[in-house]
């Protein structure tokens, strides 16, 4: 994987020639969240399905 940058100019090159700065902005978005989710994975920072839903349930109230 190249830098930031590099990153961000294949991803230009991969989208339609008529996206919207939006459009950009959504994908450099979903491009950050996935790789900090992966960093997240590699550095241990997980949680199980069994506090996924303990968790949960405090917010629903059950």
Do not use: C, N
């Not at 241990?44 to 949960?56: H, K, N, T, W």
């Amino acid at each position: 994987m190249g830098t930031a940058k590099e990153e961000v100019q294949k991803m230009l090159e991969q989208i339609p020639d008529d996206s919207s700065f939006e459009d950009i902005q959504y994908h450099i978005y979903v491009r950050e969240k996935i790789e900090r989710g992966l960093k997240d994975i590699e550095e241990g920072r997980i949680l199980d399905q069994e506090e996924i839903e303990r968790r949960m349930s405090k917010w629903l109230g059950k």
